[in-house]
């Protein structure tokens, strides 16, 4: 079932007032790196969690060397997460579009 103009401004409405800041979420990759809060920001929290627990566990057997291979890995997560987090909002967006289209079309 379609949804008329007033519905559909009002689904688009709700997802522009939902959407997540890509200003706020460059913020947090860059001023807090490594430790997944961008992750987090993004509602990604599975993946933020282990993108914590890697730094952690990196953090603590550095002292051994052994510390370094998995703050290597955080570190080159943390890089390519530069480059995913506008296709995550933009996902987020269309789930929203998704969830919000098929509420309205009941």
């Given at each position: 079932?379609?949804?008329?103009?007033?519905?559909?401004?009002?689904?688009?409405?709700?997802?522009?007032n939902e959407k997540k800041s890509a200003l706020i979420a460059y913020l947090l990759w860059f001023f807090?790196?490594?430790?997944?809060v961008?992750?987090?920001y993004l509602d990604r929290w599975l993946s933020g969690l282990v993108m914590l627990a890697l730094f952690g566990i990196g953090t603590a057997l550095a002292v051994i060397l052994i510390g370094y291979i998995p703050?290597?890995?955080?570190?080159?997560?943390?890089?390519?997460?530069?480059l995913l987090i506008p296709g995550?909002?933009?996902?987020?967006?269309?789930?929203?579009?998704?969830?919000?289209s098929s509420a309205m079309g009941r």
């Open positions: 079932m379609s949804l008329n103009d007033t519905q559909t401004l009002y689904v688009e409405q709700r997802i522009a807090l790196p490594m430790l997944g961008h992750r987090f703050l290597a890995v955080v570190g080159l997560w943390w890089l390519i997460d530069a995550m909002i933009r996902a987020d967006m269309d789930d929203a579009r998704r969830r919000y």
